[in-house]
């Protein structure tokens, strides 16, 4: 039973921590999403900066180099993150920042499709009890 607890409980709930030590592979991500994306960094900062709509470009390539160097004490703010993944054309990065905790970074496209694939599964379950019933009231009427 308290397995089973386990396997339907949000991580966010576990009473273990999970391992969030994923900084390594988040630089990697994104220099990997980068190099995909065949932008060079300048053009990376500029699509940046149009998606933070920023007047001052609060974004460069020095920028760039600094939060990407993993000797650098100089960390990219996480609000930028979407600004990233616009620049990039990739959520990888988000991705490997949720996958401690199992969740992931989905398009309203996805959204849609798991909703859609919800609702035909009710349809089935409904149309199944309908005809359960419909059959129920037709073996009642054979037996009168």
């Known amino acids: ?8 409980k949000s991580i966010l709930e576990a009473d273990v921590a999970p391992d969030c030590d994923i900084y390594h592979l988040f ?5 990997s999403a980068m190099k995909r994306s065949g932008f060079s960094r300048p053009v990376i900062a500029d ?5 933070l709509h920023s007047q001052n470009n609060e974004v460069d390539q020095s920028k760039l180099n600094k939060w990407l160097a993993p000797s650098q004490a100089h960390y ?3 609000h930028f993150l979407p600004a990233l993944c616009y620049a990039v054309r990739s ?3 988000a991705n490997v920042l949720l996958k401690p905790i199992l969740f992931k ?4 496209r996805s959204q849609l499709l798991q909703q859609h694939a919800e609702l035909q599964m009710e349809i089935e379950e409904r149309t199944a009890m309908q005809r359960y019933i419909t059959e129920s ?4 009427d054979d037996q009168e």
């Open 1 to 8: 039973m308290a397995q089973k607890n386990q396997m339907t």
């Open 27 to 31: 630089i990697h991500s994104v220099c």
């Open 47 to 51: 699509r940046m900066n149009d998606a």
């Open 76 to 78: 990219m703010p996480m």
């Open 91 to 93: 959520t990888e990065p």
């Open 105 to 108: 970074a989905v398009d309203q």
């Open 137 to 140: 009231l037709l073996t009642n």
